[in-house]
């Protein structure tokens, strides 16, 4: 979960881009197809309630370098006028279905260490800390979870 308000929530979402682009992008780093160096094959979702988008969640299907220290299986957002309802427990609670239909039996989820409401979603969901990464430059202090 973002602690900013302002996180990116159509991942790869570009100006220009079309909307059926967009979707045969994601289709595309579904099944592996097309995906620049530094990604791996992923499943995007989002969650919806009563009609409205609520929030979103990408469940990468593997881990690279990266995302091995820093990014995670599972990275989760609500958009903030829904948060402190719920909803990102229960997105996450589903990706961790979807990450274990998978076959990713082990799920590393990262949050910012300051982020204490995603920290307690993650906790809810399982999460047992593993570490926390101190600050770098270019990245917060970080905390890693596994969910077993």
Not at 25 to 49: E, I, Y
Not at 59 to 78: A, S
Not at 104 to 122: E, M, P
Request: with cysteine; proline share 5%; net charge neutral.
């Amino acid at each position: 979960m973002a602690a900013a308000d302002d996180f990116t929530f159509g991942l790869g979402l570009e100006p220009g881009l079309t909307w059926a682009g967009y979707l045969r992008q994601l289709a595309d780093h579904k099944s592996g197809r097309n995906l620049p160096d530094h990604l791996v094959p992923s499943t995007f979702l989002v969650a919806g309630v009563d009609g409205q988008i609520v929030g979103r969640v990408s469940i990468r299907h593997e881990l690279n370098d990266f995302l091995r220290i820093r990014g995670g299986h599972i990275g989760y957002g609500v958009l903030p006028q829904f948060r402190r309802r719920g909803y990102a427990t229960e997105i996450l609670r589903q990706a961790l279905v979807v990450a274990r239909s998978l076959g990713i039996d082990r799920v590393l989820i990262t949050c910012d260490d300051g982020n204490l409401a995603s920290s307690r979603v993650i906790e809810s969901c399982g999460g047992k800390l593993d570490s926390v990464l101190p600050a770098e430059p270019e990245f917060p202090a970080l905390r890693r979870y596994w969910v077993d």
